[in-house]
C-alpha cells in the first residue's frame, strides 16, 4: 500500500461510523459488478412499489408499531 493510501485509510477509519459507511458504499458502488447492486435495487424499488399497491388495494393488513412491539419482546423472552 503507498504511502498515500494508507494516509487515506488512517483518515477514512477517524470518521464517524456513518461517513465510513457512506464511503465506503460510494467505493463499492465504483467498482466492477455494480450491475449487480442496480439489479438489486431495481428489485427492492419493484417490491416497495409492489407493497404501497397492496396497502392501496387493501389486500395488505397493517399492525400497529406498539402491538408489533410487545409480539416481538414477547417472542425475545420466550426464548
Known amino acids: 500500500m ?20 457512506a464511503l465506503a458504499n460510494t467505493l463499492l458502488d465504483t467498482l466492477d459488478g455494480t450491475n449487480e447492486s442496480v439489479s438489486i435495487q431495481e428489485a427492492w424499488n419493484a417490491e416497495v412499489a409492489r407493497r404501497i399497491q397492496d396497502l392501496k388495494a387493501g389486500k395488505a393488513v397493517t399492525v400497529p408499531w406498539e402491538e408489533l412491539h410487545r409480539e416481538l419482546l414477547a417472542m425475545v423472552n420466550e426464548r
Open 2 to 21: 503507498s504511502p498515500e493510501v494508507s494516509d487515506l485509510l488512517k483518515r477514512a477509519l477517524a470518521l464517524p461510523a456513518d461517513e465510513r459507511a
